[in-house]
């Protein structure tokens, strides 16, 4: 790899990253009663309901701690503090709700959501491929019909629907798997079998419900198993006597999933922002739910930051697979010149 390559790749994730949280704060910033005013009103608020008053000075001195913003300074002044406390000092804010920093509260939920979003992903698109591979072996017989017909219904089918009968029939009616939480209760955390097991059987019914995501993903790899077959170099290779395993896994399903690795890879962000949903409906208190009570009350410095992780995650996901689509795919080593 070029490091001229390296060089422009990383820059272009870099502006990305920077253009992409500089237009959230702004549209954040523009919106009728934005972040500054949100707490105005619930200082104002929480002092009605006592007898301590405070003073307007006061009022502002606390919005600049938990937004380190002056809410009084013009917009281009509060951007500059902004964008100096994230990329400068770490510093997200202060949650208006929860008496933490918006780091804590992210980098405690952040595990959780990785968690099931990752074992999502690996389980819908493993089934997707090896799916998608055996349709296009069998192509145009009754399973190849049979099963494009339940892939696109299940494709068609929004995931949070299939959270909701999940719910239903494994916690409800049957009593498998429990209906919300991540840990039971009374059970003590650390590295001990009876934890490992409560995590598990939490996060089971969210990671099947994600893993619909990946199932669309069946139909591309159908396609591009049976493009790949109608190529000439598999016909050689028939006559030259290979071995049908080998034609399988080396030249047909190599070649087939090839296309398929960026689509990947940014499908890392689609399942994370997918949790926002998933988490609230099995009460999942990961980022998603994080974010989806933030939304509810308004709590802006829980938004901007989680959008941050949100845009980190799916920039270095998209950087990744740019960078070593190369070492995979030996034909486009080149990339620097093939641009």
């Known amino acids: 790899m070029e490091a001229n390559y390296f060089a422009k790749r990383v820059g272009q994730a870099l502006l990305t990253f920077f253009a992409t949280v500089t237009l959230t704060f702004v549209l954040y910033q523009m919106m009728p009663g ?16 006592s007898s301590n008053t405070i ?25 500059v503090q902004y964008m100096s406390s994230v ?12 008496d933490a920093a918006v780091t804590e509260l992210l980098a405690e939920r952040l595990p959780w959501s990785m968690l099931i979003s990752v074992y999502a992903m690996v389980i819908g698109y493993s089934v997707s491929i090896v799916l998608g591979a055996v349709m296009a072996f069998k192509e145009k017989s009754r399973f190849d019909s049979v099963s494009s017909v339940v892939v696109i219904g299940l494709n068609s089918t929004p995931y949070y629907v299939a959270g909701i009968l999940f719910i239903f029939f494994f916690s409800i009616r049957y ?3 429990p209906t919300g939480g991540r840990v039971g209760l009374g059970i003590e955390a650390g590295f001990n079998l009876a934890f490992m097991q409560s995590i598990a059987l939490h996060a089971a019914l969210p990671i099947l419900s994600m ?7 069946a139909l591309t790899m159908r396609g591009n198993s049976v493009r790949v077959l109608g190529e000439d170099y598999l016909r050689v290779a028939e006559l030259r006597g290979l071995r049908n395993s080998r034609i399988a896994t080396q030249y047909v399903g190599r070649n087939a999933i090839l296309p398929m690795y960026t689509q990947f890879m940014i499908g890392i962000a689609g399942v994370l922002s997918s949790s926002v949903i998933v988490e609230e409906i099995f009460s999942y208190p990961g980022v998603g739910l994080l974010v989806y009570d933030a939304i509810q009350v308004r709590n802006y410095p829980v938004l901007m930051g989680s959008l941050i992780v949100f845009t980190l995650v799916t920039i270095v996901a998209i950087l990744i697979a740019d960078l070593t689509y190369g070492f995979i795919d030996p034909r486009i080593s080149s990339g620097g010149t093939n641009e």
């Not at 990329?87 to 929860?98: C, I, K, P």
């Not at 893993?211 to 993903?217: C, D, K, R, Y």
């Open 211 to 217: 893993s619909v995501l990946g199932l669309g993903t």
């Open 55 to 79: 003073n307007p000075e006061q009022i502002e001195q606390l919005i600049a701690n938990y937004t380190n913003l002056e809410s009084d300074a013009p917009i281009y002044v509060q951007y």
């Open 34 to 49: 934005g972040p500054a005013q949100a707490l105005r009103n619930q200082i104002l608020a929480q002092q009605m309901g």
């Open 87 to 98: 990329f400068l000092e770490g510093d997200l804010g202060e949650s208006l709700y929860e």
């Open 175 to 177: 009593k498998v798997f």
